[in-house]
């Protein structure tokens, strides 16, 4: 995850602590992400865990999900993300989310926001969630499309609303397609007049129904102007003082793409920008962030359910994670990786640590190099490619 705001303004601001370095990879707990139930009320096009409205079997109960949030806090572990399937069709989500957050736990809650009513907005407040994401993958047309369920765009802005309405801290996450990427303004657009901090961009990971989806991926050219717009909008937002946090997950290519920016629009910023995302080091599969899914399987990340590294029923977390790591995990921990392909000749591998594994998993190498990359050849030094820009129209309906 690439924290764009949280550069920009260090570099605005020398004063301001910068936080994720990467230390030593396996020593330090990581972030969680825990599916606690795979139904979920949508079928969306790209869900990595292939989520359905109905029921899955052998799901931790209770009084098992309270332990888990006992044993990650016994192995170090502060940062929980709740997600799903849709989180709030469990029965004891607010319990668990109470417990955790007594537990001195960073909570969020990751949500497709359709069940954020009136009728239960009040627990929600009351769960003191740190942050609620709430998925928009477009305008309504496209939203609801993807979504597969006409009228979740609407539901989900009212959910964003009801969110802010109580002093909730939302964010709105997108996956970039070929199919929202025009409309990248109209969402920012959104952004400002339903008053979210937070904008995540996720690039398309090729897991679950995802992979069957990667035909829609956004082209490279595409990739390259949105994260451009994100970059502008990102360095006008610190210079005007606003309280926002613009974000991208799921392709460390970006890293590169914002030390490009910075050399072309602040370049005397540029080279302290660069020691901060050398110091960040890229991609954190297996390391820096950690899954655990609904029936207590661990994985690298949330796209790696195809390999489990333990199951927390068996085994705690801590020796899952920290003491006596899967081969895999251990491969992962390397850095920079050893990764084959142009990634493997990259000049910025050090910073961007071989991109999202995954996707290079899905074309049948999982060292291979990452088919997300945009950069171009000359851009990581291996010869005098051009890059051709695209022309771009923008839809704001």
Not at 123 to 130: E, P
Not at 151 to 165: K, T
Not at 319 to 330: C, G, Q, S, V, Y
Not at 341 to 350: F, I, M, S, T
Request: charged letters at 20%; glycine letters at 8%; a negative charge.
């Amino acid at each position: 995850m690439l924290r764009i705001s949280h550069y920009l303004r260090a570099l605005a601001n020398p004063s301001l602590r910068v936080l994720g370095a990467r230390g030593t990879p396996g020593t330090r707990p990581p972030v969680v992400i825990w599916n606690l139930l795979r139904r979920c009320n949508l079928t969306c096009k790209h869900c990595y865990a292939t989520s359905a409205d109905s029921e899955f079997r052998d799901e931790l109960d209770t009084a098992e999900a309270l332990r888990v949030i006992d044993d990650l806090h016994a192995a170090g572990v502060r940062v929980l993300i709740l997600s799903g399937g849709e989180p709030l069709l469990r029965d004891d989500i607010f319990q668990l989310s109470d417990y955790a957050r007594d537990k001195g736990f960073f909570v969020a809650l990751s949500t497709n926001g359709t069940l954020i009513t009136e009728a239960n907005i009040g627990q929600i407040v009351a769960a003191r969630y740190d942050y609620v994401g709430i998925s928009i993958d477009g305008l309504q047309a496209v939203h609801d499309e993807w979504r597969q369920l006409k009228g979740s765009f609407a539901a989900s802005m009212h959910a964003i609303d009801l969110c802010r309405q109580h002093d909730l801290r939302v964010g709105l996450r997108t996956t970039l397609t070929q199919h929202n990427y025009p409309q990248l303004p109209a969402l920012l657009e959104l952004m400002r007049e339903h008053d979210v901090q937070k904008f995540y961009l996720s690039h398309l990971n090729y897991s679950g129904r995802g992979k069957r989806s990667r035909k829609a991926d956004a082209h490279h050219a595409m990739t390259r102007d949105v994260l451009d717009q994100l970059f502008e909008q990102a360095w006008a937002d610190v210079q005007q003082g606003r309280d926002t946090d613009f974000v991208t997950g799921n392709n460390d290519a970006d890293a590169i793409l914002l030390l490009q920016w910075a050399q072309r629009r602040i370049p005397e910023h540029a080279p302290r920008l660069e020691q901060m995302l050398r110091a960040w080091g890229g991609n954190a599969s297996g390391s820096g962030i950690a899954n655990i899914d609904n029936i207590g399987n661990v994985h690298p990340d949330t796209y790696w359910w195809q390999h489990t590294v333990g199951n927390i029923r068996q085994r705690s977390f801590k020796d899952i994670w920290l003491d006596n790591p899967d081969p895999l995990l251990l491969q992962l921990r390397q850095h920079p990786r050893a990764v084959g392909g142009r990634c493997g000749q990259c000049q910025w591998l050090p910073i961007c640590n071989g991109n999202t594994r995954t996707r290079a998993w899905a074309t049948g190498d999982l060292w291979g190099e990452d088919p997300g990359c945009y950069l171009t050849d000359s851009e990581i030094g291996l010869s005098d490619s051009q890059f051709i820009p695209c022309q771009v129209v923008y839809e704001h309906a």
